[in-house]
């Protein structure tokens, strides 16, 4: 059920033990309010024009593939003011990883060298379709967790457009009964990552931009802070969230002195900024 991941242990999460961790993440979400999330899903098939790059027509991009491909893991990592993450009164901490049954390589779209990537990184996609979760229950649970519409919570991503596009795309399906597609129009898009996520959601990859010498994808600003990533399972959701996690601690620390520094910068999600 876990992995050792150095002193933090991945709670890998199935069909048998769905309802089991959502248990254990109702416990403690009042404790631990900063959630670290990211996402892995089957690539990017539409690509931007690169004369193109404006919010709406990067918008209309990510809605073409999320529309059409499948979610296949979220990771998700809890922690409290401090940056300390959930212990259940043992020695480890602990993070979530959600291995979802809906893709199917054989016959669903996806891009080729993604799903060459995650295959080389461990993804076994024949387990998720046997065992994974179904998104449906994954979602009403979530609905009740704490996690979502939740005033208290602070959510934290690093360029994290698809990561919310997903969750966006199955919350919005199953409970505002939408059909299973993103929204028209990025403003409608916006205005669910509000009304689901709330006002402090953080991009780490928006963040940057005020932080000098920061520059590249997580794993090049990681190792720009000096952080250890020796025991990372990179292109897992659990292990990226923990590392996204990490990236904006130190960030935090270094150049945003004041909580008011940082929330000024609230509510963007990087690329899709209307400000």
Not at 264 to 272: E, I, T
Request: hydrophobic share 40%; charged share 15%.
């Amino acid at each position: 059920m876990t992995m050792s991941c150095d002193a933090v242990m991945t709670r890998s999460v199935w069909s048998y033990n769905l309802e089991s961790e959502f248990k254990l993440i109702r416990r403690v979400i009042g404790f631990f309010p900063f959630i670290s999330m990211d996402t892995e899903f089957p690539g990017v098939i539409f690509q931007s024009h690169p004369t193109l790059r404006q919010p709406q027509n990067n918008y209309a991009v990510m809605k073409a593939n999320v529309d059409c491909m499948h979610l296949i893991q979220v990771g998700l990592t809890l922690s409290d003011y401090h940056g300390n993450l959930p212990t259940f009164g043992t020695s480890h901490r602990f993070i979530w990883e959600f291995n979802f049954c809906e893709f199917d390589v054989t016959c669903h779209p996806h891009a080729p060298h993604s799903i060459a990537l995650l295959q080389r990184q461990g993804m076994d996609f024949q387990k998720n379709r046997n065992f994974g979760v179904n998104i449906v229950q994954f979602v009403e649970l979530m609905m009740i967790s704490g996690l979502l519409c939740n005033s208290h919570i602070r959510w934290i991503t690093f360029h994290g457009a698809y990561d919310f596009a997903y969750m966006i795309k199955v919350l919005s399906h199953r409970f505002l009964h939408m059909q299973p597609l993103l929204p028209p129009n990025l403003g409608d898009f916006l205005q669910l990552v509000k009304f689901f996520f709330g006002q402090e959601v953080y991009d780490v990859k928006h963040l940057m931009r005020f932080c000098p010498n920061l520059h590249g994808g997580l794993d090049r600003v990681s190792e720009s802070l000096g952080l250890d990533n020796s025991a990372r399972k990179s292109h897992h959701a659990g292990s990226d969230s923990l590392v996204t996690l990490h990236v904006f601690n130190e960030i935090k620390k270094l150049y945003f002195h004041t909580q008011n520094d940082l929330k000024k910068h609230a509510g963007v999600v990087y690329g899709l900024e209307m400000l």
